[in-house]
């Protein structure tokens, strides 16, 4: 036994070596065309999906004015208010339809056109969108409005998926957390930029609300002029389209050498582990055990990240901040403190994500927003009785915004790109998608008959979630910080009940092949740089 504890001491202090310096390095793995991609995708996709949960808000009285005004001209009578209230809602809800379609589509999408290009063609539904909703008052119908709010959730649906894939899969593992959390942060910076330009001094009047729909074409014509002379996904080019030329100099523009041996080989180590990267659909990825457990709490964080109660704030913050006795003149500057608290707590998150880890912040965010949620339902409960407490409210509020974005604001779409190897990956995304957007739908849907019945107890729901969903991480969720995919599949392997030589059966039944092998084999069928058949 002694011989075989040399090398293993040896290798637990080069490990405890490279991680110091992957640390020190990480700076450095931020090349300025990485940051430019992560920019660039996110303010034309994620930035657009925060922007449409809240601009809603701000003209919801003026937009249905225009319904019940549209509605009388054609018919000869003004709308009931039963009437008017649903459709509303069916304005608002919408979103997350389309947003379960693009979620559905996205996956042959990815793998026929790539992760890039996905993000470029996307923006055709998000200027279609954006013509439709702002042009809806002078044609006079609020189904146009309607129509793109569906189109616009497609655009969403799709970018929530196809960005954090292709950030992922840029993205250099000691700086994976951060780059990934930029998905979350500019979720963020929409949601305070619909909040800004809903004020009455910009486009927040009967008049001008149109234009709140209309500049919606602004991020995404910035992405279409700036993303094409940006590399494809390198992992997407390499294990998929078998081209290592293009694949290599996409690795050398993101990370800013000319030196990417080591990461072409760590992408072909996962390859011939793989056999081949034939893409697996849903049915086969719910089906393989190897990935049970990953698939399980993909499907608990996504669920957590939209019925915890957040977009239930955004979807009616205005109400709540009534409520709790707030001046309806000052409830749109009100809201605005709330955007920019997550977007700081957002920005927060991205910086300290690969010191703490996962696991801390979506837990520990969690346990924040349980705790915010208690208080504010005293706070409400008892506020008629005592003067002060409508401002202890909104910092509950404030509180319970902060807690979701240190954590479950982001991470989930984090584990979602960091759990599964290349073939897996589309179908993971669609399933996270689909959990996501349901789970959208079903509480703008929902809350507003819990509020209904439950009166100032509505969040004591959101708290139970939140409860049972870090209950959940705590046993379940291992750390993923520095991580490759094999060390995380090891941490899951024993709850999956498979060692991973059967894990790897699993996944692909071929009879295994040596490395070596398999390295004559990719090496032999490369002509001129590009692989022209696929990795045995």
């Known amino acids: 036994?002694?011989?075989?504890?040399?090398?293993?001491a040896d290798t637990l202090v080069a490990r405890e070596a490279g991680g110091r310096s992957a640390e020190r390095s990480a700076s450095s793995n931020w090349s300025g065309s990485l940051i430019v991609a992560s920019l660039t995708g996110a303010f034309g996709s994620s930035f657009l999906y925060g922007y449409n949960l809240s601009v809603v808000n701000a003209p919801a009285?003026?937009?249905?004015?225009?319904?019940?005004?549209?509605?009388?001209?054609?018919?000869?009578?003004?709308?009931?208010?039963?009437?008017?209230?649903?459709?509303?809602?069916?304005?608002?809800?919408?979103?997350?339809?389309g947003g379960l379609v693009g979620a559905i589509i996205v996956t042959p999408i990815v793998k026929f056109f790539g992760r890039k290009c996905t993000l470029l063609l996307n923006n055709v539904f998000a200027v279609a969108a954006a013509i439709l909703m702002s042009l809806s008052q002078l044609a006079g119908s609020f189904e146009m409005l309607i129509l793109g709010r569906i189109i616009m959730g497609v655009d969403a649906g799709i970018s929530l998926s196809a960005l954090p894939m292709y950030l992922s899969e840029i993205s250099p593992k000691e700086i994976r957390g951060s780059l990934g959390q930029v998905t979350a942060i500019f979720i963020c910076v929409g949601v305070f930029m619909g909040q800004v330009l809903g004020l009455p001094e910009i486009f927040g009047t009967e008049s001008r609300w149109p234009f709140l729909f209309g500049v919606i074409v602004v991020p995404a014509l910035i992405q279409v002029v700036i993303l094409p002379f940006l590399p494809e996904s390198p992992r997407y080019l390499l294990l998929e389209k078998h081209n290592t030329s293009k694949a290599e100099k996409a690795f050398q523009t993101f990370l800013g050498k000319e030196d990417v041996s080591q990461e072409v080989e760590e992408v072909l180590a996962e390859s011939r582990v793989q056999r081949n990267t034939k893409l697996v659909s849903v049915l086969q990825l719910l089906r393989t055990r190897a990935v049970r457990?990953?698939?399980?709490?993909?499907?608990?964080?996504?669920?957590?990240y939209q019925l915890c109660g957040l977009n239930a704030i955004w979807y009616y913050t205005n109400n709540i901040f009534s409520e709790a006795g707030i001046n309806r003149e000052t409830i749109p500057y009100v809201t605005l403190s709330t955007g920019a608290v997550e977007t700081l707590a957002a920005v927060s998150s991205g910086l300290v994500i690969e010191r703490l880890g996962r696991r801390p912040l979506l837990i520990g965010g969690f346990g924040l927003m349980i705790v915010f949620f208690a208080v504010l339902t005293v706070s409400l409960t008892l506020q008629n009785n005592v003067s002060w407490l409508p401002y202890l409210s909104i910092f509950c509020i404030l509180a319970i915004i902060a807690s979701f974005c240190i954590g479950p604001g982001g991470i989930p779409f984090v584990l979602t790109g960091e759990f599964f190897q290349q073939s897996q990956r589309p179908a993971a995304f669609m399933v996270a998608g689909t959990v996501n957007w349901l789970s959208n739908f079903a509480v703008g849907l929902l809350f507003p008959f819990i509020q209904s019945g439950l009166q100032n107890y509505c969040f004591l729901v959101f708290a139970a979630i939140c409860f049972a969903g870090a209950t959940y991480l705590f046993f379940v969720l291992p750390e993923t910080k520095n991580k490759t995919l094999s060390e995380i599949s090891h941490a899951f392997a024993k709850r999956n009940k498979v060692s991973l030589e059967m894990q790897e059966m699993n996944h692909y039944p071929e009879e295994r092949k040596s490395s070596a092998e398999q390295e004559s084999n990719f090496t032999s069928s490369v002509d001129n740089g590009e692989t022209k058949q696929a990795i045995v």
Request: hydrophobic letters at 50%.
């Open 1 to 8: 036994m002694e011989p075989a504890a040399a090398p293993e």
């Open 61 to 97: 009285v003026y937009i249905k004015k225009f319904y019940n005004e549209t509605w009388e001209r054609r018919y000869g009578f003004s709308m009931d208010a039963s009437t008017l209230t649903l459709l509303w809602s069916v304005t608002v809800s919408i979103f997350a339809i």
């Open 293 to 304: 457990w990953q698939v399980i709490t993909v499907v608990v964080t996504m669920g957590c």
